[in-house]
């Protein structure tokens, strides 16, 4: 499987991204698809999952202003990012891995995008 993320950008704090992961391959719809970013200095981070049965988590940091979906017809996944925050700024990753993995493991995706940058200035 590969993965191209794109979608990020320069935003003000307030206002919304909608990030885009593509997909190769035919047996998208059976994998977990996940998103984490990473910001400067820091480790990557979790930021929400999607799975092959439309189960979906999410950080707690981005409860209630991130909605992951995917479109398996497309081989797709989405993010889209509400209510921008400064602290939301880092390179965002898309990732697939196999159905039962654990969400929040990195360790436990296959497959990972490229990175898109999102910048949220204040």
């Known amino acids: 499987v590969q993965l191209q993320a794109s979608g990020g950008g320069l935003v003000q704090a307030g206002g919304s991204l909608r990030l885009s992961c593509a997909a190769s391959g035919r047996t998208f719809s059976a994998y977990a698809m996940g998103w984490f970013r990473q910001a400067p200095g820091k480790e990557r981070e979790f930021v929400a999952s999607i799975s092959w049965s439309i189960t979906v988590y999410y950080a707690d940091s981005v409860k209630g202003r991130f909605t992951i979906s995917r479109d398996n017809a497309k081989n797709a996944v989405y993010l889209q990012m509400n209510s921008l925050k400064p602290e939301d700024s880092a390179v965002y990753y898309c990732?697939?891995?196999?159905?039962?993995?654990?969400?929040?493991?990195?360790?436990?995706?296959?497959?990972w995008g490229q990175g898109t940058q999102v910048t949220v200035s204040s």
């Open positions: 990732a697939a891995g196999p159905r039962g993995l654990t969400p929040s493991y990195q360790d436990e995706y296959d497959y």
